[in-house]
């Protein structure tokens, strides 16, 4: 089965600083999702991204899709403390909903 | 709007127990997923269950573990006769359309 990848596995910024974080797969997708899980939390949806789309923003986020080399990036603009938590890609390689996920980047931002 | 719903948060089982985990999916939904995360990895998807259906249990384990979604009541995730490995943090989620909404979590320790 494909799975994400993530890379950098982890990340220390200043605030104010960007985060970019990218996640490469395996085999054909139907969509990536980016989440967020905060310690000890469960995961947040942050953003997705469908196989026929290039880019896609969501407020300070935005999400590069390359299906030619099967990758994905994840920036964080702006970062603030709060952005601190890890950061997973998931892929969904047949729209059904079940969701393959990478290990994680850690993200800290420093205030 | 309550979200995704599950208890206990966490739980301590010795080994040979059995431990049952419960999701409430956000109310509308009938699809439940259930994902396990290891420490330090990403989710894993384990089984989709529709009220009273078995949708996809491609990626729980043979032995010692079960799920149902009955027409009433929660999804329950059930693992008999614990091991230490068993140790994890258990998520449930539903969707709507692409985006699957994540429970908090049920961190299970066997002892």
């Known amino acids: 089965s494909q799975q994400g990848e993530e890379d950098p596995q982890a990340l220390s910024i200043q605030e104010g600083e960007n985060a970019t974080m990218n996640c490469s797969y395996k085999?054909?997708?139907?969509?990536l999702q980016w989440y967020r899980q905060n310690s000890g939390r469960g995961l947040v949806h942050l953003i997705l991204?469908?196989?026929?789309?290039r880019e896609k923003h969501s407020g300070r986020l935005r999400v590069t899709l390359d299906t030619s080399k099967k990758s994905s990036s994840l920036l964080i603009t702006a970062s603030r403390a709060a952005d601190t938590a890890s950061y997973f890609c998931?892929?969904?390689?047949?729209?059904?909903?079940?969701?393959?996920f990478g290990k994680g980047n850690q993200v800290v931002v420093i205030p | 709007n309550a979200g995704v719903m599950q208890n206990p948060r966490h739980l301590v089982r010795r080994r040979g127990q059995e431990a049952r985990l419960r999701c409430s999916p956000m109310?509308?939904?009938?699809?439940v997923y259930w994902y396990r995360q290891l420490p330090e990895e990403g989710l894993k998807f384990m089984v989709y269950l529709q009220k009273e259906n078995i949708i996809d249990e491609s990626g729980m384990p043979k032995e010692r573990f079960s799920a149902e979604f009955p027409k009433e009541g929660p999804s329950i995730l059930r693992i008999q006769q614990v091991v230490r490995g068993d140790s994890a943090a258990y998520f449930c989620?539903?969707?709507?359309?692409?985006?699957?909404?994540f429970g908090p979590g049920t961190r299970l320790t066997v002892l």
């Open positions: 998931a892929t969904d390689a047949y729209g059904n909903n079940r969701l393959a």
């Open positions: 991204i469908r196989s026929n789309e």
């Open positions: 989620a539903s969707h709507r359309t692409d985006t699957q909404y």
């Open positions: 085999t054909s997708i139907n969509n």
């Open positions: 109310k509308g939904h009938s699809h």
